[in-house]
């Protein structure tokens, strides 16, 4: 079982469609990063969370420190968000630099 | 754009050649990172550099040895692969090793036959 656990694996969606993508761990973390992946690779920094909620534009995500959970919302989806989204978290103490990956989540918008 | 150069974008190599992958950043960032991410596989970190010194290995076979000559450039040297070596090598820098963001690299898709 991965340190860091993501749902769904896939998701299809209409647009305009609120999406929800989710994000399990279970060890202890500093924090937590959203990235964004496009075919043919290129990986993009979304959000990095300690606490709360973090918003930018149709973009949301929260943490649950205590639950060990944290999502990540598009509000009024759009064809372009078809992409790979990939949860991570940074290690805690002297670890802290250390990124672990979920395995992603492909999410497919379709017009 | 990120800032982050990778060449080059795909390589198929024999499993008796030698071969480097470079990567390139004029962003000023002090920590380079060299990622694998392989089919159906989370990425997986392989080095991490800081200010040109290895903070980590994260046991990596031998067949692999990086690089780091300055602060903006970062190499993975390749020699004797194995074709489960074949994934996506993704290079990635950040302003210091615990940052907000990471820039990655658009990858190098590397084949081994």
């Known amino acids: 079982k991965n340190e860091v656990e993501q749902s769904p694996q896939n998701l299809t969606a209409q647009e305009g469609e609120f999406i929800t993508i989710n994000c399990s761990y279970s060890?202890?973390?500093?924090?937590l990063h959203w990235l964004q992946q496009h075919p043919g690779g290129g990986i993009v920094s979304l959000f990095m969370l300690s606490s709360g909620k973090k918003k930018h534009g149709r973009l949301i995500a929260t943490i649950n420190i205590q639950e060990k959970h944290s999502s990540l919302h598009i509000t009024a989806s759009h064809p372009r968000d078809s992409a790979v989204y990939i949860c991570a978290v940074r290690g805690s103490g002297g670890s802290n630099y250390k990124l672990t990956f979920g395995k992603g989540t492909l999410l497919t918008v379709n017009p | 754009e990120t800032g982050v150069t990778q060449t080059p974008r795909h390589l198929v190599m024999g499993m008796t050649n030698k071969k480097s992958l470079k990567c390139e950043q004029h962003?000023?960032?002090?920590?380079m990172y060299w990622y694998k991410q392989s089919a159906k596989k989370p990425l997986e970190l392989m080095f991490v550099y800081s200010l040109e010194e290895r903070v980590e290995n994260n046991s990596v076979p031998s067949r692999f040895s990086p690089e780091c000559p300055n602060s903006s450039h970062l190499f993975l040297h390749l020699h004797t692969l194995q074709p489960e070596d074949s994934a996506l090598y993704l290079c990635?820098?950040?302003?210091?090793?615990?940052?907000?963001?990471?820039?990655f690299g658009s990858g190098t898709q590397l084949s081994v036959l």
């Open positions: 962003l000023g960032h002090n920590a």
């Open positions: 060890v202890g973390i500093s924090a």
């Open positions: 990635a820098s950040s302003p210091q090793v615990v940052s907000e963001k990471l820039f």
